[in-house]
């Protein structure tokens, strides 16, 4: 968070903010996610402090409640490409494939093509036996990032599969 947006909240608010802030850092995420929660109830239209929240308890395996966090945040600032990202890895360890699926084409219509977006997409579209979109996903990523083993190799494998299908 910039300083122009701490500015705006003054006084206790914005010390709890800094003080969160570093929790977060220091890898303390309960802590931060208290405080967060206090910030929340002082300042309830802060779309920053849930997304914050959601990431503190993202990193404490709480995917069910980051995801809420996340959706309220992008409500409040449905334009935050960031936040639809984390809401949709959160959406994946919760197996909601479908809307997670929604983020990352939302995700990409915010920033643009994307090479890991378009991976995740194929991923997912693999798991749920969906193998020629997997594969067009898959392709697309590839052409974005040339230089990633990872995508190269999956690609590899997915043509290899499509082959020997017959599809």
């Known amino acids: 968070m910039s300083n122009i947006q701490r500015d705006r909240y003054p006084g ?23 405080i967060y929660s206090h910030v929340i109830l002082q300042a309830p239209s802060l779309p920053f402090a849930y997304a914050k929240r959601g990431y503190a308890r993202e990193r404490q395996k709480k995917y069910r409640s980051a995801a809420e966090d996340y959706s309220v945040a992008i409500a409040k600032k449905p334009d935050s490409p960031v936040t639809t990202w984390r809401r949709a890895l959160c959406f994946e360890h919760l197996d909601r494939l479908e809307e997670a699926k929604a983020d990352y084409r939302r995700y990409m219509e915010l920033k643009g093509p994307d090479a890991e ?51």
Do not use: K, M
């Open 12 to 34: 206790d608010l914005e010390e709890r903010l800094a003080q969160a802030d570093r929790l977060d850092e220091a890898g303390d995420y309960a802590g931060s996610e208290e």
């Open 117 to 167: 977006a378009l991976f995740a997409l194929s991923l997912i579209n693999s798991f749920q036996r969906q193998d020629r979109e997997a594969l067009n996903l898959c392709e697309q990523a590839a052409l974005l990032a040339p230089e990633d083993e990872v995508i190269q190799q999956r690609l590899e494998r997915l043509r290899s599969a499509e082959y020997a299908q017959g599809v």
